[in-house]
């Protein structure tokens, strides 16, 4: 490798098929005359996204829980072939949290996208 041109470092870097595809796709599409070009631009520039999927398990958690509780309910107005204000509270109250906790992880998504 000549010492004197202006990046004189290499790197190698291992695909499978599927990746590779992928590499090659985007190349493609970026319109770059060379894959170095093509990566370079994509490190300087380019972002790497990491997802926390803590949020979304805490949700799932929430909605199975509001779905036992739904379940109870219907259970005992079957049971009863009636229903009490403190049922529908009830009901209420879980589907606020469902809607808080939606509200709370779209406003976390959009604020990753500004």
Known sequence: MPWN???????????????????????????????????????LEGFVYEIDFSEIQRNNYLLSNISNNINQIAHRINETRNIHQSDID?????????????????????????
């Open 5 to 43: 041109r202006k990046r004189p470092l290499e790197l190698h870097v291992f695909l499978n098929e599927e990746e590779n595809e992928i590499f090659e796709a985007k190349f493609k599409l970026s319109g770059k005359q060379n894959k170095s070009d093509f990566l370079r631009q994509l490190i």
């Open 90 to 114: 009830a009901i209420r109250k879980e589907l606020d949290k469902l809607w808080q906790l939606q509200r709370s992880t779209l406003s976390s998504i959009l604020s990753v996208k500004q």
